[in-house]
């Protein structure tokens, strides 16, 4: 059943530029969880926001090494679902379209995704906290690893709370998000900024903005379309009715 307005179905249809913006709800049909859900398990009395801080690293780095261990090996066990797959094939279809995320799991990409923007990072590298040095590979002892160039710890290459996001990605990201005839944000609260700004940065110069989430946000009110409910079944359903 094709339950999308027409008027969408044609904006899209003849878009030439197109800007998206994802987050942990994307994934969560691939298995992951998401921030702002209730952790389960072992984790289950840390807050991320209590983790995912330079304070926390500095206080006490094997705690924060060892949750984003943990949260690496759900990520190397996921795979791309029919949401990520939606996305990379609407790039296909549209000139110039950017898929800005503010997912760490690296999904998009491995779904066929090209322009993607990983504004957050990305758990599958690390990084020296003293020196920098980006790093793939690492020596896994259990303990936090140290950088092989100056002997600092290493830490996960994401972008924890009070840190500036990448200044290029995000520069581009909020170019696209100016030059998008539509904006569609998929899976995210909408709560953390400056990403949160995207679609509300389409909308001021007049793109359409679309959402797909599971329940409202602070940018509902605000969409032109809005759609509750699983990204991982409204994005190949949109694709279907717009390409199918
Ligand atoms: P959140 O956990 O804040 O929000 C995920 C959103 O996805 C929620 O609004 C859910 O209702 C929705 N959702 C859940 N399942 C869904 C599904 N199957 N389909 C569609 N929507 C679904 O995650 P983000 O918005 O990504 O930052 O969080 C933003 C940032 O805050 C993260 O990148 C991370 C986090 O702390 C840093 O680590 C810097």
New binding site residues.
Partial sequence: MNVFPELLIRLLAKAERVAVLT????S??SGLQ????AQTGLWAQFK??EL?TPEAFAKDPQLVWDWYAWRREAVKAARPNPGHIALAAMERKIPKFTLAT??VDGLHRLAGSENVLEL?GSIMRVRCSECGLRAEFWEEGGGVPRCESCGGLLRPD????GEPLPADELQQARLAAREAQVFIS???????YP?AGLPFSAKSVGATVVE????P?PFTPSADFSFQ????EILPALFNAVWG
């Avoid at 987050?23 to 994307?26: E, F, I, K, R």
């Avoid at 994401?158 to 709370?161: G, K, M, S, T």
């Avoid at 409910?229 to 991982?232: D, I, V």
């Fill in positions: 987050g942990a709800g994307v969560r049909e998401t921030f702002r859900e991320p926001e995912a503010q997912n957050h994401v972008v924890w709370f998929a899976g995210t609260s909408g709560v953390v990403a797909i989430n599971a329940e946000t409910g699983k990204s991982g």
